[in-house]
Antibody, heavy 118, light 109 residues
Framework: EVQLVESGGGLVQPGRSLRLSCTAS????????MSWVRQAPGKGLEWVGF??????????EYAASVKGRFTISRDDSKSIAYLQMNSLKTEDTAVYYC?????????WGKGTTVTVSS | EIVLTQSPGTLSLSPGERATLSCRAS???????LAWYQQKPGQAPRLLIY???SRATGIPDRFSGSGSGTDFTLTISRLEPEDFAVYYC??????????FGPGTKVDIK
């Protein structure tokens, strides 16, 4: 059974950093791209970015709103995808979901909540 | 970046009625890389349709997707009580920026 479990969320002050993890199981992690999607309270879904599998170079793509501040990485030996978030802003407050793949997402985690507030 | 517009914002219908949701893109969506998701409060989204018209595994056949280019439609042929939710479209043909639409809420009339 495919499972994705996000962790690392919490309360953080503006300008600080936070790293989220997405621990995967039930499939060969290294074969898949992994994506992050977020949802601000009461708002719609926002695509954050993705990382390709090593077979496709392991390269990344980001939404304009987070480019230069957020970094997605992966550790295939541990089946974990990471979202490093720097220079956090209040508007980054959201539930962060990881998904399997780079396009349409069948598998989603339950999400982890990030609150950016002083 | 491709901008998606969904209409209507809210659709008020009764169980058993037909629901027609629209998603319009600011530019042509490459290879019909358009997906539809359903989201209920407190839950992660659920993939319904990918490739504009292919139903995801386990999705009932009352859900259907159609369209190409810039105009796409999600149709729910007969609303069941569990179908009242928010629906999002997403394009994933133009990278970077696999944008989502703002959503359509289907609520009970």
């Amino acid at each position: 059974e495919v499972q994705l479990v996000e962790s690392g969320g919490g309360l953080v002050q503006p300008g600080r950093s936070l790293r989220l993890s997405c621990t995967a199981s039930g499939f060969t992690f290294g074969d898949y791209a992994m994506s992050w999607v977020r949802q601000a309270p009461g708002k719609g879904l926002e695509w954050v970015g993705f990382i390709r599998s090593k077979a496709y170079g392991g390269t990344t793509e980001y939404a304009a709103s987070v480019k230069g501040r957020f970094t997605i990485s992966r550790d295939d030996s541990k089946s974990i995808a990471y979202l490093q978030m720097n220079s956090l802003k209040t508007e980054d407050t959201a539930v962060y979901y990881c998904t399997r793949g780079r396009g349409s997402a069948f598998y989603w985690g339950k999400g982890t909540t990030v609150t950016v507030s002083s | 970046e491709i901008v998606l517009t969904q209409s209507p914002g809210t659709l008020s219908l009764s169980p058993g009625e037909r629901a027609t949701l629209s998603c319009r893109a600011s530019q042509s969506v490459s290879s019909s890389y358009l997906a539809w998701y359903q989201q209920k409060p407190g839950q992660a989204p659920r993939l319904l349709i990918y490739g504009a018209s292919s139903r995801a595994t386990g999705i009932p056949d009352r859900f259907s997707g159609s369209g190409s280019g810039t105009d796409f439609t999600l149709t729910i042929s007969r609303l069941e009580p569990e179908d009242f939710a928010v629906y999002y479209c997403q394009q994933y043909g133009s990278s970077p920026g696999f944008t989502f639409g703002p959503g359509t809420k289907v609520d009970i009339k």
